[in-house]
């Protein structure tokens, strides 16, 4: 039996990449906007509560970011990754598309890093028994999220490599 692990051969790049993709359109991004469902009875609970005013700007905030971010991904950016695999970017009429959605996504998860940053900074404020549902959302975006987004950055900078794209990754201050 042992011998049989030594013959599973890795996954390929393509493998590897479409199942990151998979796994954030089937898996993560369902149980993100489960969380995020959250939010209205949150609102409704604490609806005059004082403590919670920047929180619920954060969150809607939050939201938004989350389901634009996810719509360009999944509509957009996850079908041309998905095709770089077929055809040689170097002609494809696409490829500067490619790397300005590549950008604006980034910019994107910024935003929500610095969303979820700031909700962590809002919840420490709040009473402990108020804190669950924050804190979940915060979880969910702080490790399951970000973990899987570098996964998938790391297969994008592969593939590119790969494919021979040289993209010009400029800070936001340079920028």
């Known amino acids: 039996m042992e011998g049989d692990l030594c013959k599973i051969k890795p996954m390929s790049l393509t493998q590897e990449c479409h199942t990151i993709i998979q796994n954030i359109t089937d898996q993560l991004y369902p149980v993100i906007m489960d969380h995020l469902k959250n939010i209205q009875p949150l609102k409704i609970k604490y609806l005059d509560d004082d403590s919670f005013a920047n929180i619920f700007d954060l969150l809607d905030e939050l939201n938004d970011e989350f389901i634009s971010l996810s719509k360009y991904e999944t509509r957009l950016m996850?079908?041309?990754?998905?095709?770089?695999?077929?055809?040689?970017?170097?002609?494809?009429?696409n490829c500067n598309h490619a790397?300005?959605?590549?950008?604006l996504i980034t910019k994107k998860e910024d935003r929500i890093n610095n969303l979820v940053l700031s909700l962590e900074v809002e919840a420490e404020l709040l009473e402990p028994e108020k804190k669950e549902?924050?804190?979940?959302?915060?979880n969910i975006f702080a490790h399951?999220?970000?973990?899987?987004?570098h996964e998938?950055?790391?297969?994008?900078?592969?593939?590119?490599?790969?494919?021979?794209?040289i993209v010009n990754q400029k800070s936001e201050k340079e920028a």
């Open 133 to 138: 549902t924050v804190l979940s959302i915060i």
């Open 78 to 93: 996850f079908p041309l990754i998905l095709n770089l695999f077929k055809e040689d970017c170097k002609s494809m009429e």
């Open 144 to 149: 399951n999220y970000t973990n899987t987004k």
């Open 99 to 103: 790397t300005e959605l590549q950008t």
């Open 152 to 165: 998938l950055h790391k297969c994008i900078l592969q593939l590119q490599r790969k494919k021979g794209i």
